[in-house]
């Protein structure tokens, strides 16, 4: 085996975005493309001399290839150990305990995540760094710069590691340990929930269906909920990983978990349904006829916790990302915890729960999470419910319904339009900003703007402060409006316009949630002067 050092020059827009860094497949596999980005990480970490890392991926087109380079990159650059799980596959909260069971340097995960995948679609590659979590923006920043610079990557001239087999192989000097991705998650899970009440749960008749679509979870949840926890085989739908999702778009929503959703609203519904996404961070929890909001899940999950092992000495606060409805800041209230709003992206909760200021958090998008990893994690959410279920023996909509008489309802719907010319979302969004200051007092249409601003972030625990993470809008009457770009998409623009409405304690809690936020989706759409700056108003995806 021999070192290579390959000249190589910048590559333009390196730069990672909410999650990583994510592009068309076909540029990532661009010769020189990948090795820069992981060249520049290494830089930026301080090289890779001694150093121990995880890698792994959601399975998609590209992840084995990609796995291939990165490991004989490390050896490159001069890594002791990587842990690989086994065919490359590793969920992102998989990943993200393995980085923190086994004390490594950080790790690489290969995912778009929701993005579709195949030699077509999308690819992306985040690192997470030693306390699990995805790089805060100080090492992004530096890692951006480093692909600004870069002359050369370190490389070794060496055969593929076989993937498939348990067990230690050698690059070199560099130790290669091929793991079972399920395993010490599994072991984790065991921890910090009331198995024997689940199995309980099951053995008393209680149905699930699982929708791994094509992703990354399928092994996951195959392992824990059919097998360990006994629900009944059949339960985890989809649940192999595919380089390309089955053609899908592994996002957990109601309009991309379609299948789940009819389920659910038909008839013959089981008693919860779930579903998880490419690399298994997102989950989607709908009871029998009753989707549930991810806002809304992530308070009730916050509310009883406690219910749980894990989480029975209760909470020390909930984060939520600014986007996000209030509804977790009720909880957080009524319990006489602290409450934090971060930009969107899990990042910026790595702090609030490296210093142990907040125990569970979570964002609209269908991420929730706690402090046992430090990424959201689709499978915690589910075993979470299902514990609570498991205990509070009632229905999901009898659950949520609860929630709702006590804290009152957050309808709560996010609009996207998708494709948009990078011109005119800048241009949108520019406006916007512009008349900021002068919005508060204005009305439109039956609302009137309390206040608007644009939402910067100072971060508690370190002091640094992230500008420009979307504008907010609130409405006299509970009404809000937010308005952001996506920091994921690979083509174009993708804006995205949150609605929220809050009912009022003892307001009524059975409106259709698209008829409870027609007065401000109205008000928010006239502000922006979205007809006239995109050309239309109707998104292409509403969730
Ligand atoms: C989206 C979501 C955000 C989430 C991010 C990564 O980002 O809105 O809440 O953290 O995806 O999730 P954006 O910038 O497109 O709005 V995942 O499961 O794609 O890693
Ligand atoms: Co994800």
Redesign the pocket.
């Known amino acids: 085996m021999t070192l290579k050092i390959i000249p190589t020059t910048p590559i333009d827009g390196q730069m990672p975005?909410?999650?990583g860094l994510r592009k068309k497949t076909r540029v990532f596999m661009t010769p020189g493309y990948l090795e820069n980005f992981i060249q520049a990480t290494f830089d930026a970490i301080g090289g890779g001399q001694g150093k121990r890392f995880v890698v792994g991926g959601d399975g998609r087109y590209f992840n084995k290839q990609a796995i291939q380079t990165i490991l004989k990159m490390a050896a490159g650059n001069g890594a002791s150990e990587v842990i690989v799980g086994q065919n490359g596959i590793l969920s992102t909260p998989a990943a993200s305990h393995l980085i923190r069971l086994n004390k490594t340097d950080g790790g690489f995960i290969l995912s778009a995540?929701?993005n579709p995948g195949g030699i077509d679609e999308d690819f992306g590659v985040k690192f997470n760094a030693e306390n699990g979590g995805p790089a805060p923006e100080n090492l992004t920043a530096k890692m951006f710069e480093a692909t600004k610079s870069i002359t050369e990557y370190r490389t070794v001239d060496a055969q593929d590691i076989d993937l498939a087999s348990i067990g230690t192989a050698h690059l070199g000097d560099m130790k290669v340990q091929i793991v079972d991705p399920v395993t010490d998650y599994e072991g984790l899970m065991e921890t910090l929930f009331d198995f024997n009440a689940i199995r309980a749960l099951f053995q008393g008749g209680f149905t699930m269906q699982f929708d791994a679509m094509h992703a990354v979870t399928g092994p996951y949840a195959t392992a824990i909920i059919e097998g360990t926890l006994g629900a009944a085989k059949g339960t985890v739908v989809n649940g192999t990983p595919l380089e390309d999702f089955g053609n899908g778009h592994p996002d957990p929503n109601p309009i991309w978990a379609k299948s789940l959703m009819d389920l659910m609203m038909s008839d013959h519904a089981p008693d919860i349904g779930a579903a998880s996404?490419g690399?298994g961070?997102?989950n989607m929890i709908v009871g029998r006829g009753a989707y549930v909001t991810p806002s809304d899940s992530l308070a009730i999950l916050a509310a009883n916790a406690h219910l749980a092992p894990a989480y029975s000495g209760g909470l020390a606060g909930i984060a939520r990302?600014m986007p996000t409805s209030a509804a977790s800041d009720r909880v957080a209230e009524k319990l006489g915890i602290g409450s934090y709003e971060t930009p969107?992206?899990?990042k910026f909760f790595g702090n609030l729960l490296d210093a142990g200021k907040v125990t569970i958090c979570g964002?609209e998008?269908a991420?929730t999470g706690s402090d046992h990893v430090r990424e959201k994690d689709g499978l915690w959410a589910v075993l979470l419910w299902l514990n609570i279920l498991a205990v509070r023996k009632q229905s999901v909509a009898d659950v949520v319904q609860d929630h709702w008489q006590t804290y009152g309802r957050d309808y709560y719907s996010r609009f996207d339009y998708e494709d948009v010319p990078t011109e005119q979302a800048d241009a949108l969004m520019g406006g916007l900003r512009a008349k900021l200051s002068e919005l508060a007092g204005q009305s439109h249409g039956a609302l009137t703007v309390a206040s608007a601003d644009e939402f910067s972030y100072h971060d508690p625990v370190d002091g640094s402060v992230s500008k420009n993470q979307g504008v907010r809008i609130a409405f006299e009457g509970g009404a809000r409006a937010v308005f952001r770009l996506?920091?994921?998409?690979t083509q174009g623009a993708?804006l995205?316009l949150y609605l929220e409405q809050f009912s009022g304690l003892g307001g009524d809690v059975t409106q259709d949630t698209q008829d409870a936020l027609a007065q401000v989706r109205d008000a928010a759409q006239a502000i922006c002067a979205m007809q006239d700056t995109i050309g239309r108003t109707t998104p292409d995806v509403i969730t």
Do not use: F, L
């Open positions: 975005g909410t999650s995540s929701h996404d690399d961070d997102r990302s969107t992206g899990w964002e998008s991420g996506s920091g994921t998409g993708t995205r």
